[in-house]
């Protein structure tokens, strides 16, 4: 496998065309390619995604970059958190070859116009409280699939519906890459690893694991043979007990992520649910 000198660090590129000189001279060494995409706030899901993407490919580039077409304008863009120098550093430490950190105008050039329209796994969940969210993601997403010719992309389960959605984008557009799943990094009380985790206030904190355990609840009360109406109910009451306010908690196919429409599809339980200011979103497979 090709490695990073760890002691200097990864290269840094900061547009498309440096992205794909670096990405030349892999390809050159006849070396496979695997890219992590991020909006950076780095933290140990992210790194766990890194070291799957170093077990696929002999490179591996992780992109930051905080994509303005997924907020909408009552989102936290504006404070979303931007740690660069903290990211590049732990990249540094896990031996990540190629930093992809492109502007807003490299990604959206003026006079940029080009949607996706999505139909299937982005349908229902997220888009009902964020209509704007899968389309911002599904134009950043491919153009960064694009401009690296990544073999691989690897993506974690906690966005459980974006890993669908990008999934069949890449199956449906023909893209020359492998969308690889990684799984949900967890505290040791159950709270999914994630950047917005940072904005919860220490009272929060503490509540927070009450959406893992009510998944975990309502998973083994299904596989018992409670009917997932049932389970996803009884969460959901749970959850909102807790103080939190309940988005969705949803059953669907784990693979379509279409409504169920019988007990002998794979299921994957998903919610959203705010806390205070912020929101949170978790899933676990039944």
Excluded at 50 to 76: G, H, K, W, Y
Excluded at 213 to 235: D, E, F, M, Q, S
């Amino acid at each position: 496998m090709g490695q990073v000198d760890v002691l200097q660090g990864p290269q840094v590129a900061g547009s498309v065309s440096e992205l794909r000189a670096a990405v030349r001279q892999f390809r050159g060494a006849g070396e496979t390619l695997a890219l992590v995409p991020t909006m950076g706030a780095l933290h140990e899901g992210h790194i766990a995604l890194v070291r799957q993407a170093q077990a696929l490919a002999q490179r591996v580039a992780v992109s930051i970059f905080v994509n303005p077409t997924q907020f909408a304008p009552n989102e936290d863009f504006s404070r979303y958190p931007r740690t660069f120098d903290t990211d590049v550093e732990k990249l540094r430490q896990a031996g990540v070859d190629l930093v992809y950190a492109p502007g807003p105008a490299d990604m959206y050039p003026p006079g940029f116009c080009t949607q996706i329209s999505l139909s299937g796994p982005a349908l229902g969940l997220e888009t009902d409280f964020r209509s704007h969210f899968f389309s911002g993601v599904a134009i950043v997403v491919a153009k960064l699939l694009t401009q690296s010719g990544a073999d691989f992309a690897v993506f974690g389960e906690k966005d459980y519906q974006q890993l669908r959605v990008v999934t069949q984008m890449a199956r449906d557009l023909d893209l020359a890459v492998q969308i690889v799943p990684g799984p949900t990094v967890r505290e040791a009380d159950g709270l999914a690893l994630s950047s917005r985790n940072r904005y919860l206030s220490p009272e929060d904190r503490a509540v927070a694991p009450v959406i893992y355990k009510a998944l975990t609840v309502a998973a083994a009360a299904i596989r018992a043979g409670t009917p997932p109406t049932t389970a996803v109910l009884a969460a959901s009451t749970t959850i909102a007990e807790a103080g939190l306010r309940v988005d969705y908690v949803a059953a669907r196919n784990a693979d379509t992520l279409a409504d169920l429409t019988s007990h002998q599809e794979p299921i994957r339980l998903l919610v959203a649910a705010w806390l205070g200011s912020t929101r949170l979103i978790d899933n676990i497979g039944v």
